[in-house]
């Protein structure tokens, strides 16, 4: 009895405030934005009228949702395995003492200080610019054309950007987990003379399963929601080719003012990342016991 | 040994140079008219001019957004901080059916489109308790939208601490609160630091959520009022570099000082851990 | 130790600086839900005026017309100080103008007076003001023909900023070179007409025309141009957009839409980004024109803004039609088109009578102050459409427009608030598509054709 008010206690004071907090900002207007999806409205009208479960038949008769699933499940697989392999690499040079190591680390994890439309404005200079007056006077032809009007190009720009700038953010959650790995048992290793490819296989690597379960779990999410990136360096073209779902699910909203197709769009993305992430998670946790 | 260290350095040193070439260009044309940056981004400037950061500071109102955009994130990140390691602290300790109900449902709503609430978001806050332009109101979204994340990355963290750490203090007559609060949060330092990190570069550079609260002039953020100088169908780039250098200088400042600190609470943490 | 005194201080600094910012603005707070209060029920009340008078008239000004935020601004400085019993709250749009708009009304605070697109006023006109002519003389200054667009069943529902027309903008230096003499754009009456012309400015050495390849352009401007310009009536313009949406307009096989196309079709032949057509970066592409890299572009007068400021320019600049016959009485082949895009117009729903008076005023001295006209017209560098106007602008391409109107020599696209809020997103694709050679016009026609079958 006193052992369960006690507990009631720590409930109160621990979680109640964090989960009060989190259910009025998400929960509740999620729940709201559920209902809106059995709706017509517009996102500005007046009124609007219960249409059942059209928009989701829209979602999955239209094509182009489709089409847009399609281009963001190539993207966010290259993106996630890129990212993490280059992160994962940098984070393992940078904890093994080399000099200028701090140095390293912060130049690495620039490209998140500067966020949003700037950073793709940029990028769009050095594909559509830099690159082609690369091209013209190296005379290579792949880059005399700007990779940004070309379909499957752009796409590849795509992938080079958000592996350039998540990499960084990896690097950071890798480094932390890496830090955590005993020193005694990377030197008794080193005693019974294992190389630095061992080292890192047997060692490093099943230590820090949890950081590498995070890691994917992280870029998961944010390709399969890209959109920032998306809008400023591609915005969706040339010829939508580029189009990805969080992109398009906000054109529905915003521009084609479907805003009940548009959230029923993001509720069916919602469904798809969820199941993927459990997935992703579950296998990965059970790489962590056998580890 | 020596070669193979010395073609590390040489793979580091070139993927370092590619990581912050664009850095280097939003500094370098922020000397430069907007017409010379779009006709060559890649030339030296020809003289340092800082018209571009007077139009700045002028234009984007910059004390008044700096102030709120300071106001914001760190009251974000410190609330963040104190909120989601106390719930991680539980989550990863008590084995309640409920806990565990809770941690799944936070973790399912990161994978949740803002879409999704955005809009529904606005009406209960803005249109319903009529919260819009207070920044209380975006502090508040603020700390739970990140919530979720932060909740992940330290139960995580939590689960490779030791439990026999807090039982032998709890056996001593220890509360929980004070376990955790002099026991668990020093340890924590790793860990936090880099939430601390990634919460706060986040509300500093949130622009989506942020001016759907904050509409008026006097509260405007930085990231809002660097689309001052954007027009429908272009933008004037240069003061508009000049305004984001400007805004993420505090950051770097902060960084390039803390820097050392930050490393050495995130060694000093581990080896204890 | 001192370090965590330090850290103390700090999270202090941090809770005083929180506490404050608060507090100040739970005293903003309680001003504004009072009046709140008052306000949201009355306008449907229609309360008695008699104490408002005394009272401050706050109102809000919701502009989509970006870039020039310091400027609106000055002008609301200026008006509050004529009229010192309303204050005028300034809301810039930001990256996206209709999510803010919506933000806005979804938090209550639907701006008093919105400068925005036709379609968008057209589509929550149950929302907005009807202004009537006869209680509001004040309206009789702007022409009757600029309110084309804003006009839904007969009643006007927003007051027009400006009028912009576009077509082939040229470069008179580069155009005199090429004809030996000084150019005349009256030359120009059919598309051999301009064929001929692309060719002796290229024989000048210089590459004749330019596209902008980006959807707004080519997806609206000019393939929009297919449901409103170059039909005989309004009338007829509005059955083809019923039919399109019935899926029976044969859109293959329809004069305008292949016209157009075949003029289309020569643009991209002598395009002066032909290598990589759909590059599309506009401040490039202004330079190039200013400079006389090129000889004429497919854009409208709005880019004077651009151009003016690019150094060692050209002075002189014009605006061509664009040709879609080679006959020379074919009138269409001899007008521009040109709108009133963006227009102000007032809410009801969130806002009561008095700001709803207020918001009218300030629609009066925003359009018609001379202090604010100069404004206007020289940071749009465009044609204000008003009567008695004395300010002058600087643009060439303005003043160009301006004479077309002035002849009658214009296309009346108003119609474009038949085409769905997306039509240049979604058809900007298919025409980029086609730009650079991924699809036949055929393919184009199929798509477009698709697309209205899903709207």
């Not at chain 3, 651009?306 to 016959?325: C, H, M, N, W, Y």
Request: hydrophobic share 45%; proline share 3%; aromatic share 12%.
């Amino acid at each position: 009895m006193v052992k369960k008010k006690a507990s009631i206690r720590i409930f109160l004071l621990f979680v109640v405030p964090a989960m009060f907090i989190w259910i009025t900002v998400v929960l509740i207007p999620f729940i709201y934005g559920l209902f809106i999806t059995f709706t017509d409205w517009n996102g500005l009208s007046m009124d609007y009228n219960f249409i059942g479960f059209d928009n989701y038949k829209s979602v999955f008769l239209d094509n182009t949702f489709i089409e847009s699933l399609k281009k963001t499940f190539v993207y966010s697989f290259s993106s996630v395995v890129f990212s993490n392999l280059l992160g994962l690499a940098i984070a393992l040079i940078l904890t093994c003492k080399i000099k200028g190591q701090n140095l390293f680390r912060m130049g690495f994890f620039t490209p998140n200080i500067i966020g949003g439309i700037i950073l793709g404005y940029i990028w769009n200079f050095i594909f559509a610019f830099a690159l082609t007056s690369f091209g013209r006077m190296s005379g290579i032809e792949f880059f005399e054309k700007s990779f940004l009007t070309d379909p499957k190009k752009a796409m590849i720009a795509l992938i080079i950007v958000t592996t350039w700038q998540m990499s960084g953010y990896l690097m950071v959650i890798y480094i932390a987990g890496l830090i955590n790995v005993p020193k005694d048992v990377i030197e008794a290793a080193e005693i019974d003379g294992a190389g630095w490819w061992k080292k890192i296989r047997y060692i490093k690597l099943p230590m820090i399963r949890s950081s590498i379960t995070i890691c994917v779990f992280l870029t998961i999410t944010r390709t399969f929601m890209a959109f920032d990136i998306n809008l400023s360096l591609t915005a969706g073209g040339p010829y939508k080719s580029t189009e990805m779902i969080s992109y398009k699910i906000y054109q529905t909203a915003f521009s084609n003012m479907k805003f009940g197709l548009g959230q029923a769009q993001a509720v069916v993305l919602f469904i798809i990342v969820a199941i993927i992430s459990i997935i992703q998670v579950t296998v990965s946790r059970r790489g962590e016991v056998e580890a | 040994m020596k070669k193979q260290k010395s073609f590390t350095y040489l793979i580091l040193i070139t993927l370092l140079i590619i990581f912050i070439i664009p850095f280097y260009l939003l500094i370098i044309n922020t000397f430069k008219t907007t017409q010379q940056f779009v006709l060559n981004p890649f030339s030296l400037p020809e003289s340092f001019n800082l018209d571009n950061y007077k139009e700045a500071i002028r234009k984007m109102n910059f004390s008044v957004s700096f102030k709120n955009t300071l106001i914001i994130s760190v009251s974000t990140t410190l609330l963040n901080t104190v909120f989601s390691s106390m719930i991680a602290y539980v989550f990863s300790r008590k084995d309640w059916k409920i806990n565990k109900f809770l941690f799944m449902l936070l973790v399912v709503s990161m994978v949740a489109p803002f879409q999704v609430y955005m809009i529904p978001l606005v009406k209960i806050f803005g249109g319903t308790l009529g919260m819009s332009n207070k920044l209380i109101t975006v502090i508040y979204v603020g700390i739970g939208l990140t919530i979720p994340f932060s909740v992940f990355l330290y139960r995580g963290f939590l689960n490779s601490i030791p439990k026999e750490l807090d039982e032998a203090a709890l056996i001593d007559g220890c509360s929980m609160e004070k376990t955790f609060f002099r026991i668990i949060l020093p340890l924590m330092k790793p860990i936090m630091v880099t939430v601390m990190v990634f919460v706060g570069l986040g509300s500093w550079n949130e622009y989506l959520m942020t001016s759907l609260f904050l509409t008026k002039t006097e509260t405007r953020t930085l990231s809002i009022a660097a689309f001052t100088f954007l027009t429908n169908r272009s933008a004037d780039y240069s003061p508009m570099m000049a305004g984001l250098v400007l805004g993420i200088m505090p950051i770097l400042i902060f960084y390039l000082f803390g820097q050392k600190h930050i490393i050495e609470g995130v060694v000093q943490g581990s080896v204890k851990g | 130790m001192k370090k965590r005194f330090l850290s103390l201080i700090l999270v202090l600094a941090m809770v005083v600086s929180l506490v404050s910012a608060c507090s100040k603005e739970g005293a903003d707070k309680k001003v504004e839900s009072s009046d709140k209060g008052t306000t949201s029920d009355a306008s449907k009340e229609e309360t008695n005026k008699d104490d408002s008078s005394s009272e401050k008239v706050e109102i809000s000004f919701y502009s989509t017309q970006t870039g020039m935020d310091d400027k609106f601004e000055d002008i609301i400085a200026k008006f509050e100080e004529e009229n010192s019993n309303i204050k005028v709250e300034y809301i810039a749009a930001g990256d996206n103008q209709l999510q803010k708009w919506m933000s806005l009304y979804a938090s209550n605070e639907g701006p008093t007076v919105s400068l925005m697109d036709p379609i968008n006023i057209w589509e929550n006109q149950d929302r907005m003001l009807v202004l009537d002519p006869n209680e509001n003389p004040w309206m009789d200054q702007v022409y009757e023909s600029a309110y084309a667009s804003y006009i839904f069943d007969g009643d006007i529902y927003a007051i027009p900023i400006s009028t912009q027309g576009y077509g082939l903008l040229y470069n008179q230096r580069v155009l005199d070179e090429a004809v030996g003499g000084t150019f005349d754009p009256d030359t120009i009456k059919t598309r051999d007409d301009l064929i001929n012309l692309f060719d002796k400015i290229e024989a000048s050495g210089t590459p004749a025309t330019m596209i902008t390849g980006v959807n707004w352009s080519i997806g609206m401007h000019y393939l929009a141009l297919t449901y409103a310009g170059y039909r005989d009536s309004r009338e007829i313009e509005k059955t083809v957009v019923e039919e399109s949406r019935a899926g029976t307009f044969d859109l293959a096989n329809d004069e305008v839409f292949n016209s157009l196309m075949d003029t289309f079709d020569l643009l991209a032949k002598y395009n002066y980004n032909k290598s990589d057509p759909l590059i599309g970066n506009i401040d490039l592409d202004a330079e190039a024109l200013a400079t006389g890299k090129v000889g004429t572009w497919f854009m409208g007068d709005w880019s004077w803004v651009q151009l003016k400021d690019i150094a060692d320019r050209d002075t002189e600049f014009g605006i061509l039609p664009i040709p879609v016959s080679n006959d020379p009485s074919d009138e269409r082949n001899l007008k521009i088109p040109a709108s009133q895009p963006k227009g102000y117009c007032i809410d009801t729903s969130q806002n009561t009578v008095e700001q709803q008076e207020a918001g009218k005023k300030f629609i009066e001295f925003i359009c018609f102050n001379p202090y604010a006209q100069e404004i206007i017209s020289d940071t749009m560098g465009a044609t204000l459409p008003y009567e008695n106007v004395t300010v002058k602008s600087d643009s060439p391409l303005a003043d160009a427009t301006a004479w077309y109107s002035e002849q009658g020599r214009t296309l009346d696209i108003s119609n474009f608030i038949l085409l769905p809020s997306d039509f240049w997103y979604e058809n900007g694709a298919s025409m980029e598509a086609y730009l650079s050679g991924a699809i036949d016009r055929e393919t184009l026609a199929t798509q477009v054709s698709n697309y209205w079958k899903n709207n």
